[in-house]
């Protein structure tokens, strides 16, 4: 019997899923959660096998929870099941170790193969997601932050406003945004939070 929690912010999102594996003699829905935190603290208490995992949620979200579970409980198996199939997303997930990616989108039939593929160790992509990871591997490397750039990421991953790190750095406003950009680029993100999660999961922030 595969033990599997549900991890999503939204209630009807859970239902429909809870109802898709009710039928299942072999998968038994054993909780859920609202947000990563509370995904990290029932997949342990309810020992669970696999993780039905959403990213982006309120208090903790997707990839930080599937690192954490990762660290504390390491055979708990993670499957990614999300909306979003952007470079900032997926590549995150799977670093962190995610076991596979799904998209809502996805057939009954498939994620509920994919469910027991997780559970096997077995990893599982939707073909868009795939397809993006084979993207990445044929593109070029891309350069390491100069020092410029750690220092600016170092102040916004404090809270800094881009006024205040260019204050701190005694360089423009114009220059942090440019120096962002150049930084989201690096990393393969589009916003702040994502560039200082995505630095902190690459060790360039400590």
Known sequence: MIRLLIVDDHPI???GLRAAFEAEPDIHVAGEAANGREGV????ALEVDVVLMD???PEMDGVTAITALRRSHPRIKTLVLTTFDGDSDVLPAIEAGATGYL???AP?????RAVRAAAAGEPVLSPSVAGRLMGQVRKPVRAPLTDR???VLALVADGASNRQAAAKLFISEASIKTHLLHIYD???V???AAAVGEAYRRGLLS
């Open 149 to 151: 750039e750690l220092q």
């Open 41 to 44: 603290e029932r997949a342990a």
């Open 13 to 15: 999102v859970r239902n």
């Open 103 to 105: 998209l809502k989108d």
């Open 55 to 57: 990213l982006r949620m």
């Open 190 to 192: 589009r916003d702040r």
């Open 108 to 112: 009954t039939d498939e994620l509920l």
């Open 186 to 188: 690096k990393l393969g």
